[in-house]
T-cell receptor, first 111, second 114 residues
Framework: DGGITQSPKYLFRKEGQNVTLSCEQN?????MYWYRQDPGQGLRLIYY???????QKGDIAEGYSVSREKKESFPLTVTSAQKNPTAFYLC??????????FGDGTRLSIL | AQTVTQSQPEMSVQEAETVTLSCTYD???????LFWYKQPPSRQMILVIR??????QNATENRFSVNFQKAAKSFSLKISDSQLGDAAMYFC???????????FGAGTTVTVRA
């Protein structure tokens, strides 16, 4: 089945540690996105990528980094510079001007 | 950045009744798309309905329909014959080719009373 796979489902980070969230899609979508969702709130864009080897900052990119070495993959690293990383992270992908398809999300918590 | 406003944090509806969720947006673009997404407790984001700005006809998907008022920049969602499975958070979202990112409203939590 085609879709977007995010892993892990739950992730815990220690102080000063970088963690990487995985996002893989087999929908042949060109664009991929990372969103952060805080409790009871909407989604805020962290980074997005329209093509391989290119990506742009979203509204809240500070403390995060991404790479897009393959069309299918768009991993997000939450660095130690992100002081409040506890949130629900959603990855999405789409064709140009088509609705975004979302993964099931990763919940990140601080130990 | 585009602004999407959902002014109703919570809405409650009796099963089999109708509920309407409000959404307004701000844009200077003429070409854009509007969406309603549903997020149940599982946290999955599910596309409910989509509207292209150039289309005058309001989109409909089974029990879900929209009232798209382009001049007023309003995009409300009507859920008819509400079912218990409709209980979720609903997000209005905006996308424009020039912007390439989806802007979300803060969401409306819908509760369905049996």
């Amino acid at each position: 089945d085609g879709g977007i796979t995010q892993s892990p489902k739950y992730l815990f980070r220690k102080e000063g540690q970088n963690v990487t969230l995985s996002c893989e899609q087999n929908l042949n979508h060109d664009a991929m996105y990372w969103y952060r969702q805080d409790p009871g709130q909407g989604l805020r864009l962290i980074y997005y990528s329209q093509i391989v080897n290119d990506f742009q900052k979203g509204d809240i990119a500070e403390g995060y980094s991404v790479s897009r070495e393959k069309k299918e993959s768009f991993p997000l690293t939450v660095t130690s510079a992100q002081k409040n990383p506890t949130a629900f992270y959603l990855c999405a992908s789409s064709f140009y001007n088509q609705p975004q398809h979302f993964g099931d999300g990763t919940r990140l918590s601080i130990l | 950045a585009q602004t999407v406003t959902q002014s109703q944090p919570e809405m409650s509806v009796q099963e089999a009744e109708t509920v309407t969720l409000s959404c307004t947006y701000d844009t200077s673009e003429s070409d854009y798309y509007l969406f309603w997404y549903k997020q149940p407790p599982s946290r999955q984001m599910i596309l409910v309905i989509r509207q292209e700005a150039y289309k005058q006809q309001n989109a409909t998907e089974n029990r879900f329909s929209v009232n798209f008022q382009k001049a007023a920049k309003s995009f409300s969602l009507k859920i008819s014959d509400s079912q218990l499975g409709d209980a979720a958070m609903y997000f209005c979202a905006y996308w424009a080719p020039n912007d390439y990112k989806l802007s979300f409203g803060a969401g409306t939590t819908v509760t369905v009373r049996a």
